[in-house]
């Protein structure tokens, strides 16, 4: 591929007819959800550049150009003089420089300039919908540029019609290949950059060292990602609030007990909130509102037992897990009140019963289990010791960043798919979660600096790579 004289990376025209999907790819391909997509016909009215950067790297520049508007008669204004084969490429270049600045054939100008400057072609097609022969025209075009190309089949409403559609862009491009840009995985990423390298034989060690450097980049943001996850972890299970006791009033203490609790509630989640917000911007995605409510939660607080039902351990694996790990004295007290509702006794533990100190009261400490009652002149609204919340923040936190991982940068919606309860935490072996909860037990203790950060941090990316 002939580059421009001041270009040493790739450059790659993406061409085809308006609405096939050439912004989704070049939004995937540079990993930017910034890319301007629409179902609009005519959106992208002029090319524009797009980079695949590392750091101040361009590992890949991409051309977004507008579709072809009159392939056909630009066609047409080619054939009028009959050249050989190895003079069409020049009859092009004469194409563009005449119709620079008449005002007619805009879209085409703006689409094959890029392409006569030396950019590589990647031609995309809808899938979903029959071949006709209409493009033929565009195809032949591309073919008279001489330059490398690359056709992508976009299975937009489906693959109804990818056979026809092969057969016939084999007659005309280098090398073809299907490419969902909505759901394509990073391994699919690299597999088509992998492909640009054969297509340019010229570029292919750039293009293999920035496919090397793109996975060590990748894991680089797994680390960062797992760390990030463990720091929400520690500052959830220190996170405790205090304030001056109030006058012991039962009708106060029934006022104000529902207000602090949701308050002590919103705090956890805005924390969660700011950490799902840097693990989106670690993966590029920075059009994925993080607020929990944005991401199916909004059926519940942090705090709600049916969310912790979802998120975290089955009672009868928590009971196990907590007496293995030593941390099982609310679930002790849960059994003893025959667990009327799903760790009801646990959660108490964890919070209520920090409440009778923090409204100043003695009333409500007669009606707290024994196990609560040595907590209950403290003036300290958690921290919450309910060990299942370990595996309720793990697992909700894992579970939204793998779908930053699986999230396409095409995508438009704000809102990721992230299923509505996550296993993950279930299934892990009574060895595991033992283990698991004893690190946390730990980084509760040493803080972030200590040796449970590193293997919990460990642990949470490899995760984070199954």
């Known amino acids: 591929m002939r580059a421009s004289p001041m270009t040493e990376h790739p450059v790659f025209a993406v061409v085809g007819h308006p609405n096939k999907g050439k912004s989704s790819v070049v939004a995937t391909l540079t990993q930017n959800d910034e890319v301007e997509i629409s179902p609009v016909s005519g959106t992208t009215r002029a090319a524009q550049r797009f980079y695949l950067r590392l750091d101040a790297e361009i590992l890949l520049e991409l051309v977004d150009t507008p ?7 630009c066609l047409d204004w080619l054939n009028q003089v009959q050249v050989s084969a190895d003079q069409k490429q020049l009859r092009v270049h004469d194409f563009v420089a005449n119709f620079s600045a008449s005002g007619q054939f805009t879209d085409e100008v703006e689409l094959l300039t890029p392409i006569m400057a030396g950019a590589g072609i990647i031609y995309v097609v809808d899938g979903s919908l029959p071949y006709s022969a209409e493009y033929e025209s565009e195809m032949e075009i591309l073919r008279w540029t001489g330059q490398p190309r690359l056709a992508l089949i976009n299975p937009i409403g489906g693959d109804d019609f990818v056979s026809d559609w092969d057969n016939a862009l084999n007659q005309y491009f280098s090398l073809v290949r ?9 391994d699919q990423h690299l597999q088509l950059l992998n492909t640009f390298a054969q297509l340019t034989p010229a ?42 006791a109030l006058i012991d009033d039962n009708d106060k203490l029934s006022a104000i007990l529902p207000d602090e609790l949701k308050r002590f509630n919103k705090q956890l ?42 998120w975290g351990l089955e009672k009868r694996q928590l009971v196990l897990a907590s007496a293995g790990a030593g941390a099982a004295v609310g679930l002790i007290g849960d059994a003893a009140v025959g667990g009327h509702s799903l760790m009801l006794g646990t959660l108490g533990g964890g919070i209520i019963g920090g409440l009778s ?39 909700r936190n894992l579970a ?21 309860q996550d296993e993950s935490m279930r299934k892990l ?3 595991e979660q033992i283990m698991v909860l004893k690190l946390a037990h730990r980084l509760r203790k040493q803080g972030l600096s200590g040796n449970a950060a590193r293997e919990l941090e460990t642990w949470v990316g490899k995760k984070l790579r199954m």
């Open 67 to 73: 579709g072809f508007q009159r392939p056909a008669s």
């Open 178 to 186: 299907v490419f969902d840009p909505l759901h394509a995985s990073f």
């Open 203 to 244: 570029r292919r060690d750039r293009l293999e060292r920035a496919i090397a450097s793109l996975q060590k980049h990748r894991e680089v943001k797994l680390d960062q990602a797992a760390r990030v996850i463990v720091d929400l972890l520690y500052r959830l299970l220190v996170f405790s609030v205090s304030r001056p």
């Open 269 to 310: 989640n805005a924390m969660e909130s700011e950490s799902r917000r840097q693990v989106e911007a670690l993966f590029g995605h920075h059009r994925v509102n993080a607020a929990i409510s944005r991401l199916a939660f909004e059926h519940g607080d942090l705090m709600d037992l049916e969310q912790w039902s979802l």
């Open 357 to 395: 100190g923090w409204l100043g009261t003695d009333r409500l400490q007669d009606k707290l289990p024994r196990w609560l009652q040595e907590n209950a002149r403290k003036k300290v609204l958690g921290p919450v010791k309910d060990p299942n919340f370990v595996f309720v923040t793990l697992g």
């Open 400 to 420: 939204h960043a793998r779908a930053m991982l699986k999230r396409s940068h095409a995508q438009r919606d704000d809102q990721a798919r992230i299923a509505d």
């Open 429 to 431: 072996d009574a060895k």
